[in-house]
T-cell receptor, first 113, second 112 residues
Framework: NAGVTQTPKFQVLKTGQSMTLQCAQD?????MYWYRQDPGMGLRLIYY???????DKGEVPNGYNVSRLNKREFSLRLESAAPSQTSVYFC????????????FGPGTRLTVT | AQSVTQPDIHITVSEGASLELRCNYS??????LFWYVQSPGQGLQLLLK??????LVQGIKGFEAEFKRSQSSFNLRKPSVHWSDAAEYFC??????????FGQGTTLQVKP
């Protein structure tokens, strides 16, 4: 089992460019999440999908969109990248509900110049 | 509002010494509590979790944590630290929708 995979691992964008971060899990989990990690801020939830076909905003959704393509895949799109979106992005998945731990991917390091 | 506070941003301990990382949470209901570890350049790995029952929980890599409801705390401990324990540690509380709220993290440095 690969667990949670993310592509790409690194990306450099210019301000105003768009890109999609891909995430896939092979653990048959219902719930998937996108976080960003910035120094001193911990991990902050951008969007989550409690189950296939549903998505909801997290703490910091502005400037992002998501698509739950199927049960396995959950993508994060930056339509017009800004320097403030320079961060490390993590995807995670879990069973549905608070009692389940989340499993994290290796992260995508994004720099916006 | 739900929140998690890790009061110590950086901690340095000598190899072989004991370790305690502090975590305080604010949550109205019975909390689901987690500790994760992140090695440099890696994703997060679950160390241990508390849902109910025994307030002292054992995790991987020799870590344990104690839930104290009266103090709203869930501190992480290890009796003897190894150099490979150097990493960033995150405490988190799970809310009823399945989301996690993370603390700011504590970076552990281990001196030889």
């Amino acid at each position: 089992n690969a667990g949670v995979t993310q592509t790409p691992k690194f990306q450099v964008l210019k301000t105003g460019q768009s890109m999609t971060l891909q995430c896939a899990q092979d653990m048959n989990h219902n719930s998937m999440y996108w976080y960003r990690q910035d120094p001193g801020m911990g991990l902050r939830l951008i969007y989550y999908s409690a189950s296939e076909g549903t998505t909801d905003k997290g703490e910091v959704p502005n400037g992002y969109n998501v698509s739950r393509l199927n049960k396995r895949e959950f993508s994060l799109r930056l339509e017009s990248a800004a320097p403030s979106q320079t961060s490390v992005y993590f995807c995670a998945s879990s069973g549905q509900g608070a009692a389940y731990e989340q499993y994290f991917g290796p992260g995508t390091r994004l720099t916006v110049t | 509002a739900q929140s998690v506070t890790q009061p110590d941003i950086h901690i340095t301990v000598s190899e072989g010494a004991s370790l305690e990382l502090r975590c305080n949470y604010s949550y109205g209901a019975t909390p689901y509590l987690f500790w994760y570890v992140q090695s440099p350049g890696q994703g997060l790995q679950l160390l241990l979790k508390y849902f109910s029952g025994d307030t002292l929980v054992q995790g991987i890599k020799g870590f344990e944590a104690e839930f104290k409801r009266s103090q709203s705390s869930f501190n992480l401990r290890k009796p003897s630290v190894h150099w490979s324990d150097a990493a960033e540690y995150f405490c988190a509380v799970g809310v009823n929708t399945g989301k996690l709220i993370f603390g700011q993290g504590t970076t552990l440095q281990v001196k030889p």
